[in-house]
């Protein structure tokens, strides 16, 4: 089975800190992904990567930035954490390139902005 | 721009009841339509999905058919279990998206014993 991990469940940072959400996916897929999960608006994509030290930009970036030196790795940074980053952050990883492929999911790290 | 609407939640029903949850889209293209389903405490995980006009995906009880004259992905279960309880979300796929999901805002689904 594809795992897919997220470093922490829960974090709690105060107004300005610098947060790392990291994720490691175990099945050698070349895709990843990072969502935010806000009630009554869905999933959203904030950046994606098809490949080692490669990104794009999602749907809302702003405010986030990530890093890809390992396939296996995708971490996502907070350069300047706000309360309105408080969310769910989900991570997730596709084998293919060419778009069609099941996401595979992590847990999810809730992380609180005070 | 591609768009997922989902019916507002949250759905409570009782045990062996029949499931309705709407999903229509808006998209360029010929989309793949999914449904993916969140657990409580646990990541998303795909439910079913259609690929084409009149394809019919399921699995675990749960059905959708994809209709592209009414642009839909409704999904349904004809007994719903306590073990059924999560959140479900729509979600679509298109050429001009290909790379990425556009998923709905999701459905809270309870159901009671």
């Known amino acids: 089975d594809v795992k897919v991990t997220q470093s922490s469940r829960y974090l709690v940072k105060r107004t300005g800190e610098k947060v790392f959400l990291e994720c490691v996916q175990d099945m050698d897929h070349e895709n990843m992904f990072w969502y935010r999960q806000d009630p009554g608006l869905g999933l959203r994509l904030i950046y994606f990567s098809y490949d080692v030290k490669m990104k794009e930009k999602g749907d809302i970036p702003e405010g986030y930035s990530v890093s890809r030196e390992k396939k296996e790795r995708f971490s996502l940074i907070l350069e300047s954490a706000s309360t309105n980053q408080t969310s769910m952050y989900l991570c997730?990883?596709?084998?293919?390139?060419?778009?069609?492929?099941?996401?595979?999911f992590g847990e999810g790290s809730r992380l609180t902005v005070l | 721009g591609d768009s997922v609407t989902q019916m507002e939640g949250p759905v409570t029903l009782s045990e062996e009841a029949f499931l309705t949850i709407n999903c229509t889209y808006t998209a360029t293209g010929y989309p793949s339509l999914f449904w993916y389903v969140q657990y409580p405490g646990e990541g998303l995980q795909l439910l079913l999905k259609?690929?084409?006009?009149?394809d019919k995906g399921s699995n675990k009880g749960f059905e959708a058919t994809y209709r592209k004259e009414t642009t839909s992905f409704h999904l349904e279960k004809g007994s719903v279990q306590v073990s059924d309880s999560a959140v479900y979300f729509c979600a679509l796929l298109t050429f001009r998206s290909a790379r990425q999901l556009t998923f709905g805002s999701g459905t809270q689904l309870t159901v009671l014993p």
């Open positions: 997730a990883s596709r084998r293919d390139r060419g778009g069609t492929g099941e996401l595979f």
């Open positions: 259609a690929t084409k006009a009149d």
